[in-house]
C-alpha cells in the first residue's frame, strides 16, 4: 500500500508514521495526555484498514484529515487541535514557494499523479517536462494573482474544474477549425516566411503540417482540419502530371496516346496522393510541439462538404488512402505497426456511403476494417447532425469537432452565410453534478428542491469562471499568435489589432462542461439513470443546464454552450474529492472515478443499439460538444457486424465511436489486449497475459479514454474506470 506525498511522489504506507504524529501531538500538552498508547495504535489502525479498503492510493492530505477526524472521535480535543495547528504551520512553510518541489519532481520523473495526468505526454522527455514546468508556474500565478478565490477554492475541493488552468496565464484560447482552405488558396506566413499557394498535392500536405504544428503550438486545445480543403489540389497535381507525362512521350519520340498518357498519370497521381497522406501520418505523428506532444490534431473525412462531382471523386481518392494508411498504422521502436493516437480521424456517414448500392460504400467498408483494426474513424451522422445544429437561416448543418468532441454553435456571418472553419472555443469550466447531488442528499434525506437550489448556486459560480476565461482573452492583440489571427488559421486581422470582436457574436463559444450525471441521478432520485424516473430527471437536469447557458447568452451576447466533458485526469480528482467531503456512498462515491458526462456507467449491462439509442436523447441536450461509445471485442473478423453498428449511428445518433482494443507487447511480441492487475501494493498496473511483462516502456497499449485515443497510461482513477468496461456487442 502507498501513499502519495504533496510532491506528487508515490511512498510505502508507513503506519508507525502515524502513531508517531498522533504520540507527539498527543505529549505536546502542559496537562496529562488524552490518549493511552492503546487508543494512538487504535487510531493508526484503523487508518490503516481504511487506506487498505478505499481501492485507491490516498494523498498525505487526506491521511492527516483521517488522523484528525478520529482523534476527535476519542473526545482527545486539545490533541486534535494541537495537531491541526502543527499542520497549518507547517503548511505556511510549504506555501512560501509553491512550486519549487513540484517542479524538482517533475524533473526528476518521480512525481506520480503529473507523470499520468495527460495520456499522449511521455513525462520523461524534456520539452514535456519544460511544458509541465511552464505550467506549475502558470496554476501558481493563476491560483494567487489571476482568479477570485472563491473559484479557486471550488476547484481545489473539486466543486468546479477550471480547464487547463497551466496556460491560464498566457492569453491563450482552448480549440479550433483550421481554416485551410484560406491558408492554402491565399497563401500564409509561418516563423515569418511567406508560404504561397502550393502547386501540387503533396506540397498542399507539407504545407498543412507546418500549419498545424504551430497551431498547437498557439493554443492548448484540439484543432480540425477538413480533407475536402486538400482535394483541390489532387487536380493542380493530376494537370502537372499530365503535362509531365506529355513530354516525356515528346522527348521519347512518342505518339501521344491520350488514353496512356491519362493510365500513366493517374498512376503517378495515386502515388503522389499515397505520399502526400503519408506526409501527414508521419508528421503529425512524430512532431513534438511546444507543449511536448504530438499535435491534437483531428482529420475530418465528408463527402458531403462539396458538391462538385470531380472534387468530390478526389476527396474520396484521399479518403481512401488515408484509410488505408491508419488500418496498416506506425511502426513503434521495435519496427512493429501499432496504432498511433493521432490524428484522430471523422468519418461522415451520409446517403452516398451508408448503403451497399450507394457510390461510395466502398470508403465505408474501408472505414469499418480501419475501426476494427486501429479504433478510428470515429462517425458523425449527417442525417442526425443536420436535424441538431440549425442557423439562424433555419438550415442545418453537418461539420466537425474541435479536437475530441467540442462543437461550435450554429453561426450566420454579416454576409448571411454559415461560417464554421476559423472560429474557436475561448475555454471550459466544468461542473461536478455529483457534488451538488450529494450536497443535497448530505443527510441520507433526498430533497430535490435543495438540488435545484445549488444547482443554481453552483451554475453561478462557474459562470464567473467562465467569465474569467472570457475576459483573459479581452485585449488580446493579433501579434501574440500572429498563424491564428494574422495569417488566416481563425483571422486576418492586422498587426496590433486586438481580438476581442471575434469573442463576442458566436464567432467563437465559450464551454460550460458538466461531468457525472449518472451518479447524480442515482443520489437524487435512488433510481439509475437508465430507468424511466431516472431518465426523465437526468433530461430536466441537462435542460436545466442548457437554459442557464441561453440566459447567459442572451444577456452578454456570447456564445455559451453546455459540452460533454472528456475528464481524463479530472475524473480521479473528482472522485477523490467526493470521497473526501461525502465518504464512501454505493453507487455515487464507491469508485476511484466519476462517469464521463451523460454516459451509461461503464459497468452497466445494455445492448450497444440501446445503448447509442438511449444516450442520443442527451446527445441531443449537449450542443457544445459530447460523443457516445460502445465497447466491443476484437471486430476484425466481423466486419458485417461493425457495419451494423455504423448504419445504426447514422440513423440514430450525431456522433459516436466503437471502442476495441489494439496492444503489443515488446518483450514477448504479444499482439493482443494487455490486461489491468492489481500489484501486491493494491496499484492497478499492466500486464502482458501471455510473458507477465509489466514494464510500461515496453509495451504500446491504446485506448479510447475521452472520446481519443491515449497511447502514454493513465492515472489510478481512469485505470480503474478502463478495467470495470464492459462490452456492449
Known sequence: MKIIKRNGTEVVFDVTKIERAIEKANLAGNGEPELTDRQIKEIAAKIERYCSNIGRTLTVEEVQELVESYIMQHSAYETAKRYIRYRFTRNLVRTANTTDNQILTLIECNNEEVKQENS????????????????????????RLLL????????????????????????????????????????????????????????????????????????????????????????????????????????????????????IAEERLLDEIKRGVQTIQYQVVTLLTTNGQAPFVTVFMYLGETKDPALKHDLALIIEEVLRQRIQGVKNETGTYVTPAFPKLIYVLEEDNVAEDRPYWYLTELAAKCTAKRMVPDYISEKIMLENKIDS???????????????????????????????????????????????????????????????????????KALRCRHERLIGTL???????????????????????????????????????????????????????????????????????????????????????T???????????CLQKRFGIIEGVTDKAYVTNSYHVHVTEQIDAFEKLAF?????????????????????????????????????????????????YCQECGYDGEIQIVSDEDGKLVWECPKCGNRDQSKMNVARRTCGYIGSQFWNQGRTQEIKERVLHL
Not at 129 to 141: F, H, L, P, T
Not at 193 to 209: L, V
Not at 525 to 534: A, D, I, Q, V
Open 148 to 263: 477570485p478565490p472563491e473559484v479557486v477554492e471550488a476547484h481545489e475541493e473539486g466543486i468546479i474544474h477550471f480547464h487547463d488552468m497551466d496556460y491560464f496565464a498566457q492569453h491563450m484560447h482552448n480549440c479550433d477549425l483550421v481554416n485551410l482552405e484560406d491558408m492554402l488558396n491565399n497563401g500564409t506566413v509561418i516563423s515569418g516566411t511567406m508560404i504561397e499557394k502550393p502547386h501540387s498535392f503533396s506540397t498542399a500536405c507539407n504545407i498543412a503540417t507546418q500549419i498545424i504544428a504551430q497551431v498547437a503550438s498557439n493554443q492548448y486545445g484540439g484543432q480540425s482540419i477538413s480533407l475536402t480543403h486538400l482535394a483541390p489540389f489532387v487536380q493542380v497535381s493530376r494537370e502537372k502530371i499530365r503535362r509531365q507525362v506529355t513530354n516525356e512521350f515528346e522527348k521519347l519520340g512518342l505518339e501521344k496516346d491520350v488514353k496512356k498518357i491519362e493510365e
Open 120 to 143: 499522449n505526454k511521455n513525462p520523461t522527455v524534456n520539452s514535456v517536462q519544460r511544458d509541465y514546468m511552464a505550467g506549475e508556474v502558470s496554476k501558481d500565478i493563476t491560483k
Open 566 to 576: 472528456p475528464l481524463e485526469s479530472t475524473t480521479y480528482k473528482f472522485a477523490k
Open 615 to 663: 444516450e442520443a436523447k442527451f446527445q441531443a441536450l449537449s450542443p457544445g460538444g459530447a460523443i457516445s461509445y460502445v465497447e466491443v471485442p476484437n471486430m476484425q473478423d466481423n466486419i458485417p457486424a461493425v457495419l451494423s453498428v455504423m448504419k445504426f449511428i447514422y440513423d440514430n445518433i450525431m456522433y459516436a465511436e466503437l471502442n476495441t482494443k489494439s496492444d
Open 478 to 564: 493579433s501579434d501574440a499568435a500572429p498563424i491564428l489571427w494574422q495569417y488566416g488559421a481563425l483571422a486576418r486581422l492586422k498587426k496590433g489589432e486586438p481580438i476581442t470582436k471575434l469573442l463576442y457574436g458566436g464567432y467563437s463559444t465559450l464551454s460550460l462542461g458538466y461531468a457525472g450525471l449518472w451518479e447524480c441521478v442515482y443520489e437524487v432520485t435512488g433510481k439509475k439513470l437508465t430507468t424511466p424516473e431516472g431518465e426523465a430527471f437526468g433530461l430536466k437536469v441537462m435542460q436545466k443546464l442548457n437554459d442557464a447557458c441561453m440566459k447567459w447568452r442572451g444577456a452578454e451576447n456570447i456564445h455559451y454552450s453546455l459540452y460533454g
Open 393 to 463: 437561416n433555419g438550415e442545418g448543418h453537418c461539420y466537425t469537432c474541435m479536437g475530441c468532441r467540442s462543437f461550435l454553435t450554429p453561426y450566420v456571418d454579416e454576409n448571411g452565410k454559415p461560417k464554421y472553419y476559423g472560429r474557436f472555443n475561448q475555454g471550459v469550466v466544468t461542473i461536478n453534478l455529483v457534488d451538488v447531488a450529494c450536497s443535497a442528499v448530505a443527510g441520507g434525506k433526498r430533497d430535490e428542491e435543495k438540488f435545484w437550489k445549488i444547482l443554481d448556486e453552483r451554475l453561478e459560480l462557474c459562470h
